[in-house]
Structures are given as structure tokens and as C-alpha cells.
């Protein structure tokens, strides 16, 4: 209990800390919405009109910074987290809520597969060390070292535009209508595989090495040794003692990787221009989008700080080693 209390605690005064750190950065930045929409119009808006841009938006009111910030707070806490000015008046909450699904639906599928392969593929390397699987490490190496939207340009260079065999960009066929038909689940597949085999390609290598590095150490362990001596089957060592034990710091890293589904594909929504959360950032930003940046950042962080939450518990459920301090 005082473990579960120590960490809600610590996670309270991070959540804290992070939500005021995404209050103030937007407001550093240098320029403002109204002159950003404006020039993004290009002489389609008078600029005679700004006045009355602010007055829309909200910005004309000469409050401090410190009224923001408890005006800020008081909204959060109602959940309210404003109007986009970019979509103006439509919600930020009603933007992020379309765009999550999408980040959350390929990233964390692709995410989830690249574990299970990983772990599966590092698992054989680590039990046959010595042997003629090592030679598959320098390619898992050279995968790990790739970064991923250089990966992504490649897929699109060759399976895209030289095979066609796949859309470049977007994310399902805009001649279809959203909604939960086999063709329309269909389209989100065949748009999704490239950024979903991007994500797959660039991280599972690192849980290959991960997994068969752990293998290698558990294998020299008694347990596994007893386990020989016992005469049981190898398959049965390897998955049923070996494997068990060396996957729990998998399974923390996992639990962390899960975390940053949300915010950490944003370059590679950009590259294929998925409509994720990511996108949505970058288009907030460009456009001086306050209250749609902290709605994103909001998201990214909270779903980071969750994801450590959760790998600590399940760490700590899996490994009651890690809970013999609160003796």
C-alpha cells in the first residue's frame, strides 16, 4: 500500500508539473493567431478585421498571466479545454476525441505486433546464441539505427510510387463515408499498412535485442540448469522458465513503448499524412493554435504518465522483488 501510495503521489505532482509546463510554452512562442490567420489568408481577410479576430477569439481581454493560469485550471478541471482557433468555434476536446482513434487504432495495433514478433524472434536468437542465428543480428542492428521516417520514405519511394501497390498519404479513401462497413474498414487497412509497417520495421529490432540479450543472461541462471537436469523438454525450458523471466523487463519497456503511441509518431503521421493526433499537433503549431496545442500536449502527456503508471504496477505484480522496500 505505501508502494501504490508513494507512486499516485509522485505522479500527482508530475501530472501537475507537466500541465503547467503546457500552459506557459505555447505562450512563449513567438507570433500570435490572429496574425497567423491572417497571413495564412493571404489578403482573403481585411486587415481592418483583426480587432474583431481577437474579440472572437477571446484574446482582446488585458487579463495577467496568473488569471490565465487559474482560468486555465478551472476549465481543465471542468473539462473544458476551449475552442480551437483554427476550427473555430469547434471544440478542442471534439478534434482530439476524432484524431486519438486514429493514432491509438495504427500506432498501437503496429506497436503491439512489433512486441510479439520481437520478443517471439529475440527469445530463439537468445536460446541458439553461438549459432548460426547470430547472424541475423547485424540486420536487426541496422533496422534499430534506421530512423523512422527515412524508413517511411522508402516504403512509400518503392511499394508506392514504383509498385503501386499502396496510397501514399491519407488515411482512407475520402469517396467513402465513415462508418463501421467492411469496405470502409477495408480502406483504413489498405491506407494504414505502409505507416503501420514503418512502425513495425523501426522498433521491433530493438525488441529483438532486448529480448535475446536477457536470454543470454537467464540462460546460464540454476533454475534453467536444474530445469536440464530434470530432463524436461527444451521447448519447455526455453519458453517456461528461460523466456518467462527474461520477458519482465520487456514488459515494462511495452507498457512505456504503449505511452508513446500518442505523441511519438508525429514526424511519421506527417511523412504519410495521416489525420492522427500527431498531425493535429503539427497543424495546431503552424497555425498558433493555443488551446488545440495544449489539448494535444494535454493528451501526450497524460497518456505517458498512465503508461509509467501502469509499467510500474505491472512490474511490481510481476516482480515482487521491486516491493521489498516498503518492508
Known amino acids: 500500500m505505501r508502494f501504490l501510495l508513494r507512486r499516485v503521489v509522485f505522479y500527482a505532482l508530475t501530472a501537475w508539473a507537466a500541465i503547467t509546463i503546457n500552459f506557459f510554452i505555447p505562450r512563449l512562442l513567438p507570433g500570435d493567431p490572429v496574425t497567423a490567420l491572417l497571413g495564412r489568408m493571404q489578403g482573403r481577410i481585411d486587415s481592418n478585421a483583426e480587432h474583431s479576430l481577437r474579440v472572437l477569439f477571446g484574446l482582446d481581454q488585458d487579463s495577467t498571466l496568473w488569471q490565465q493560469y487559474v482560468d486555465y485550471w478551472g476549465l481543465l478541471l471542468r473539462g473544458d479545454l476551449g475552442l480551437s482557433f483554427t476550427h473555430f468555434p469547434t471544440p478542442v476536446a471534439d478534434i482530439v476525441s476524432q484524431s486519438l482513434p486514429w493514432t491509438v487504432g495504427l500506432v498501437g495495433v503496429a506497436t503491439i505486433i512489433a512486441f510479439v514478433i520481437g520478443s517471439l524472434i529475440g527469445t530463439f536468437l537468445g536460446w541458439r546464441r553461438g549459432t548460426w542465428a547470430d547472424g541475423l543480428l547485424p540486420m536487426a542492428t541496422f533496422f534499430q539505427a534506421v530512423p523512422y521516417f527515412w524508413l517511411g520514405l522508402i516504403t512509400i519511394a518503392v511499394l508506392s510510387v514504383n509498385l503501386g501497390w499502396f496510397p501514399s498519404s491519407g488515411s482512407y479513401d475520402r469517396g467513402l463515408v465513415p462508418a463501421f462497413t467492411g469496405e470502409f474498414i477495408g480502406s483504413v487497412i489498405y491506407y494504414g499498412f505502409l505507416p503501420a509497417l514503418t512502425v513495425v520495421l523501426s522498433s521491433v529490432a530493438g525488441w529483438v535485442l532486448g529480448m535475446r540479450n536477457m536470454m543470454v543472461t ?35 519497456s511495452f507498457a512505456l513503448s504503449l505511452g508513446f503511441v500518442v505523441g511519438g509518431t508525429l514526424i511519421m503521421e506527417m511523412v504519410f499524412s495521416y489525420q492522427g493526433i500527431g498531425y493535429t499537433l503539427y497543424q495546431a503549431v503552424s497555425t498558433h493554435d493555443y488551446p488545440l496545442m495544449q489539448g494535444c500536449f494535454l493528451v501526450i502527456t497524460l497518456s505517458v504518465l498512465v503508461a509509467n503508471m501502469v509499467a510500474d504496477l505491472a512490474y511490481a505484480l510481476l516482480d515482487p522483488r521491486t516491493r521489498t522496500e516498503d518492508r
Open 218 to 252: 537467464v540462460s546460464s541462471e540454476d533454475y534453467v540448469t536444474v530445469a536440464h537436469a530434470k530432463g524436461l523438454p527444451e521447448r519447455q525450458v526455453m519458453l517456461g522458465y528461460a523466456a518467462r523471466n527474461a520477458v519482465l523487463p520487456q514488459v515494462s
